[in-house]
């Protein structure tokens, strides 16, 4: 049986840090499914099909991962794939206690469950999809903390030129 698991979140945008992981866990598990949120309720810079792209070309070198999409409760999601493994980024420790809440509700939502935790290469463990967003607002270069095809977007989304 293949070992299966599911990297969610909302990839608004992807980040080096999150390809960081999604490397990891290729190397760990036979198939990764990067699970990009449909969440109605969020505000995001980027829709889900312009997220799914963005990741779609990020990830096409790795023959183990691919993209989907998925609204409403994770675990049902889990589900609905036959998965029992959620992959989720660790960063700095602050980000542990949301990660334990968050993993121990899923558990009680889904007994078979488990969260794998991986922690990105050390020069990305500051990076935050939000700190990319605000300082390419700002007009900065963001092209060191994501990729090419991420850096254009945000440059035409936030209407500028490339510094």
Same mark, same amino acid.
């Given at each position: 049986?293949?070992?299966?698991?599911?990297?969610?979140?909302?990839?608004?945008?992807?980040? *080096?840090?999150?390809?960081?992981i =999604?490397?990891r866990a290729?190397?760990?598990?036979?198939?990764?499914?990067?699970?990009?949120?449909?969440?109605?309720?969020?505000?995001?810079?980027?829709?889900v099909?312009? *997220?799914?792209a963005?990741?779609e070309?990020?990830?096409?070198?790795?023959?183990?991962?691919?993209?989907?999409?998925?609204?409403?409760?994770?675990?049902?999601?889990?589900?609905?794939?036959?998965?029992?493994?959620? =992959?989720r980024?660790?960063r700095?420790?602050?980000?542990?206690?949301?990660?334990?809440?968050?993993?121990?509700?899923?558990r *009680?939502?889904?007994k078979?469950?488990?969260?794998?935790?991986?922690?990105p290469?050390?020069?990305?463990?500051?990076?935050?999809?939000?700190?990319?967003?605000?300082v390419?607002?700002?007009?900065?270069?963001v092209?060191?903390?994501?990729?090419?095809?991420?850096?254009?977007?945000?440059?035409? *989304?936030?209407k500028?030129?490339?510094?």
């Open positions: 049986m293949a070992r299966l698991a599911v990297y969610p979140g909302s990839f608004d945008p992807l980040t *080096r840090g999150h390809l960081d =999604i490397h290729c190397r760990l598990f036979d198939h990764v499914i990067v699970a990009v949120s449909n969440n109605a309720a969020k505000k995001h810079t980027f829709s099909a312009e *997220r799914i963005m990741t070309s990020a990830i096409r070198d790795l023959p183990n991962a691919d993209v989907d999409t998925f609204s409403g409760l994770l675990v049902d999601y889990l589900r609905e794939k036959k998965a029992r493994v959620l =992959i980024g660790l700095v420790v602050s980000d542990m206690d949301y990660e334990f809440q968050l993993a121990s509700f899923n *009680r939502l889904y078979e469950a488990e969260t794998v935790f991986l922690m290469d050390d020069q990305y463990t500051y990076l935050a999809a939000s700190m990319v967003k605000e390419a607002r700002l007009g900065a270069p092209d060191a903390f994501v990729t090419p095809q991420v850096a254009r977007s945000l440059r035409r *989304r936030f500028l030129h490339k510094k």
